[in-house]
C-alpha cells in the first residue's frame, strides 16, 4: 500500500503511541518519514538516538526487527517498555500498590520544594518512586517510570524543567490535574501501546559512539548542532531523567535555581566534535543503510553531510521537507518565518 496510513489496522495501531512535546521529536515528519523510507528493503532497523522512539514505534509497527539506543535513561526506559517489551503490563493491583504503599521517602518533596510540583504532588512522587524498585519485571518498572515521566512532562508548561514556577502555564487541561490523575491515565496509555510484532526488538541506553550494532539500516538523528543555540536536552529534562535514575550517581548543582544535575557529556555539544561524530559513525555503520534527519540551520549542513557520505556510499539521495518549528507555547514565535527551515533525510545505499 503507498499510504500505510489509509490502512486502518496499522494506523489505529500507530496511534495508540503516546507522544509528548519533547524536543526534536519526529512526530510531525513521520509520514514523510515512512514514505520515504518504504522504497527501500530492509529487515532489521537501528534508531542509535531514539529520543521520543516515535519513529521506532513507526518501524515496529510496520513489522521490523527494531534496535533503539539513547544516551538518556528515560527514552531508553520508554523504549524498553514500548519496543523491546511485547506483552507485559501494569495491572490494577500494581497500580494501586505503587500509590498506596507507604514509604520513607523524600527526596524529591526536601530537593524540588516549590520549584516544579506542590507539595502533594511532590509526596505522590516520592511514594510512588520508592515503589517502582519493588515490581518484580523489569518492563514493568520501565512502564511504571515511563508513565511517571510522562505525567511530569505534561503537567510542566512546555514539557521542560529549565524554569521553576508557573510563569509559562498556558491553561492547558494538564496543568490542572493532579501527578496522580496524570500517572493513572498514562499507565493505560502505555499499556495500550504495548504489542508484539515477532520480532526480537531490543534497547539500549548507551553512547552511540561506544555502541556498533549489526542492522540493515542505521537511523541517525542526533541533537542538532548550531551556534546559535544550545542541544542540551540533560538541561531540559533534567528532572525526569533523574526521577528514572533516583539521583543515584548524578551529581546535583545546588548553586542553580532549577537543581540540575551536572550535564553528561555530548559529542554534538561542539561543533569539531559534531562533525568528528558523523564520520565516525557513517564509516561504523558503511555497510548498512544510512539514514540522517538533519535540518538545514544546523551543522554540517547539506554539502558536507553529502560529502562525508559519498566517501563510503555510491548512491545518496537527499529529501527536502519544509517544516516549521514552534517549540513550546512561546506565541510570539508561531508562524514565526525565522523558524522555517528544511527538514532534511539523508539516504545512501
Given at each position: 500500500?503507498?499510504?500505510?496510513?489509509?490502512?486502518n489496522?496499522?494506523?489505529?495501531?500507530?496511534?495508540k503511541?503516546?507522544?509528548?512535546?519533547?524536543?526534536?521529536s519526529?512526530?510531525?515528519?513521520?509520514p514523510?518519514?515512512?514514505?520515504?523510507l518504504n522504497?527501500?528493503?530492509?529487515?532489521?532497523?537501528?534508531d542509535?538516538?531514539?529520543?521520543?522512539?516515535?519513529?521506532?514505534?513507526?518501524?515496529k509497527?510496520?513489522?521490523?526487527?527494531?534496535?533503539?539506543?539513547?544516551?538518556?535513561?528515560?527514552?531508553y526506559?520508554?523504549?524498553k517498555?514500548?519496543i523491546?517489551?511485547?506483552?507485559?503490563?501494569?495491572?490494577?493491583?500494581?497500580v494501586s500498590?505503587l500509590?498506596?504503599?507507604?514509604?520513607?521517602?523524600?527526596?524529591i518533596?526536601?530537593?524540588?520544594?516549590?520549584?516544579?510540583?506542590?507539595?502533594?504532588?511532590?509526596?505522590?512522587?516520592?511514594?510512588?518512586?520508592g515503589?517502582?524498585?519493588?515490581?518484580?519485571s523489569?518492563?514493568?518498572?520501565?512502564?511504571?517510570?515511563?508513565?511517571?515521566?510522562?505525567?511530569?512532562?505534561?503537567?510542566?508548561a512546555?514539557?521542560?524543567f529549565?524554569?521553576?514556577?508557573?510563569?509559562?502555564?498556558?491553561g492547558?487541561?494538564?496543568?490542572?490535574?493532579?501527578?496522580?490523575?496524570h500517572?493513572?491515565?498514562?499507565?493505560?496509555?502505555?499499556?495500550?501501546a504495548?504489542?508484539?510484532?515477532?520480532?526480537?526488538?531490543?534497547?539500549?541506553n548507551?553512547?552511540?559512539?561506544?555502541?556498533v550494532?549489526e542492522?540493515?539500516?542505521?537511523?541517525?538523528?542526533?541533537?542538532?548542532?548550531?551556534?546559535?543555540?544550545?542541544?542540551?536536552?540533560?538541561?531540559r529534562?533534567?528532572?525526569?531523567?533523574?526521577?528514572?535514575k533516583?539521583?543515584?550517581?548524578?551529581?546535583?548543582?545546588?548553586?542553580?535555581?532549577?537543581k540540575?544535575?551536572?550535564?553528561?557529556?555530548?559529542?554534538?555539544?561542539?561543533?569539531?566534535?559534531?562533525?568528528?561524530?558523523?564520520?565516525?559513525?557513517?564509516?561504523?555503520?558503511k555497510?548498512?543503510?544510512?539514514?540522517?534527519?538533519?535540518?538545514?540551520n544546523?551543522?554540517?549542513?547539506?554539502?558536507?553531510?553529502?560529502?562525508?557520505?559519498?566517501?563510503?556510499?555510491?548512491?545518496?539521495?537527499?529529501?527536502?521537507?519544509?517544516?516549521?518549528?514552534?517549540?513550546?507555547?512561546?506565541?510570539?514565535?508561531?508562524?514565526?518565518n525565522?523558524?522555517k527551515?528544511?527538514?532534511?533525510?539523508?539516504?545512501?545505499?
Amino acid at each position: 500500500m503507498d499510504n500505510l496510513f489509509e490502512d486502518n489496522n496499522f494506523a489505529d495501531k500507530f496511534s495508540k503511541f503516546p507522544g509528548t512535546r519533547y524536543m526534536g521529536s519526529k512526530n510531525k515528519l513521520i509520514p514523510h518519514i515512512l514514505k520515504i523510507l518504504n522504497e527501500y528493503e530492509f529487515d532489521s532497523f537501528y534508531d542509535a538516538f531514539a529520543g521520543s522512539n516515535v519513529v521506532s514505534y513507526l518501524f515496529k509497527t510496520i513489522g521490523k526487527k527494531v534496535i533503539t539506543n539513547d544516551f538518556l535513561n528515560f527514552s531508553y526506559l520508554i523504549s524498553k517498555s514500548l519496543i523491546e517489551n511485547s506483552f507485559e503490563k501494569l495491572n490494577e493491583d500494581e497500580v494501586s500498590f505503587l500509590i498506596n504503599t507507604p514509604n520513607k521517602q523524600g527526596f524529591i518533596t526536601k530537593t524540588f520544594k516549590d520549584l516544579y510540583f506542590d507539595n502533594n504532588d511532590n509526596k505522590f512522587l516520592d511514594t510512588v518512586r520508592g515503589n517502582i524498585d519493588l515490581l518484580d519485571s523489569e518492563y514493568k518498572r520501565a512502564i511504571a517510570l515511563s508513565a511517571l515521566v510522562r505525567a511530569c512532562m505534561k503537567k510542566r508548561a512546555r514539557g521542560i524543567f529549565t524554569f521553576t514556577g508557573e510563569r509559562y502555564d498556558d491553561g492547558r487541561k494538564d496543568m490542572r490535574l493532579t501527578l496522580e490523575e496524570h500517572f493513572r491515565e498514562n499507565v493505560i496509555s502505555f499499556n495500550n501501546a504495548v504489542f508484539s510484532n515477532d520480532k526480537n526488538c531490543i534497547s539500549h541506553n548507551s553512547s552511540a559512539q561506544n555502541l556498533v550494532v549489526e542492522t540493515d539500516l542505521i537511523y541517525l538523528d542526533p541533537p542538532y548542532y548550531t551556534p546559535n543555540s544550545d542541544n542540551d536536552y540533560v538541561r531540559r529534562y533534567h528532572f525526569v531523567e533523574g526521577l528514572t535514575k533516583n539521583w543515584n550517581g548524578l551529581e546535583i548543582q545546588d548553586n542553580t535555581k532549577t537543581k540540575k544535575f551536572k550535564s553528561y557529556h555530548s559529542p554534538f555539544s561542539t561543533k569539531k566534535e559534531t562533525y568528528l561524530a558523523f564520520e565516525n559513525l557513517i564509516q561504523t555503520y558503511k555497510d548498512s543503510i544510512i539514514v540522517i534527519s538533519y535540518s538545514s540551520n544546523s551543522l554540517p549542513n547539506k554539502d558536507e553531510l553529502l560529502v562525508m557520505l559519498k566517501k563510503f556510499k555510491k548512491d545518496v539521495n537527499v529529501h527536502e521537507i519544509d517544516y516549521l518549528y514552534s517549540f513550546g507555547n512561546q506565541n510570539h514565535k508561531i508562524g514565526n518565518n525565522a523558524n522555517k527551515v528544511k527538514e532534511y533525510l539523508f539516504v545512501a545505499k
